[in-house]
């Protein structure tokens, strides 16, 4: 019982379990200030073609805002030029804190297609004196179809066994007579 329970809870770990980005992209300038890239961490990522999609290049930054220049690159081009029909958007946002300021920029993907899967998207951040950039790729959304079933059956089994010791735990016993000889 207790290795079925084990099995189950590991089995919904690993499909609920998620990549973060270990270690930022960082780079000094030669005045101290820091820049940083906090997403995409060089991975990939899935998604079903059709399906809308949107992925946030982050950078933290000590630096002034307007002497940072962030933008995507699809294999080497422009989004613009990449995706002519404007189905890939990029957008860019600022959120400012006392000492350090955060810059996005969205690719938004109004339909991912199969050629997406062959292109790596790259962020790339420009200052005066530095350049840094990171990685994503993009791969068809595989249906994991073996873990659900996995977890399926250990979910049943593990009801089963459950319903079993209950029902031993609970069942009336007749009361026992005692036969008198005499």
């Not at 990522?45 to 930054?61: F, H, N, R, W």
């Not at 962020?123 to 950039?133: F, K, N, R, Y």
Request: aromatic share 8%.
């Amino acid at each position: 019982m207790i290795v079925l329970l084990a099995v189950f809870v590991s089995l919904c770990i690993s499909v609920s379990s998620s990549n973060v980005c270990e270690t930022a992209a960082q780079n000094k300038s030669t005045k101290g200030h820091t820049i940083q890239i906090l997403y995409p961490c060089n991975n990939t990522i899935e998604a079903v073609v059709g399906s809308k999609l949107e992925v946030t290049c982050t950078v933290l930054a000590e630096l002034h805002p307007a002497e940072i220049l962030v933008y995507w690159l699809a294999n080497q081009t422009f989004i613009e030029e990449y995706s002519r029909d404007n189905r890939i958007k990029e957008t860019e946002s600022e959120r400012k804190g006392t000492e350090k300021s955060y810059l996005d920029a969205t690719l938004n993907f109004s339909k991912v297609e199969r050629k997406d899967f062959a292109v790596t998207f790259v962020c790339v951040i420009l200052s005066g004196e530095t350049d840094l950039a990171r990685y994503i790729s993009i791969k068809p959304a595989v249906s994991n179809v073996h873990s659900h079933i996995a977890i399926a059956v250990a979910v049943l089994i593990s009801i089963i066994m459950i319903s079993i010791c209950m029902y031993k735990l609970l069942k009336h016993k007749p009361p026992q007579t005692y036969v008198n000889i005499n």
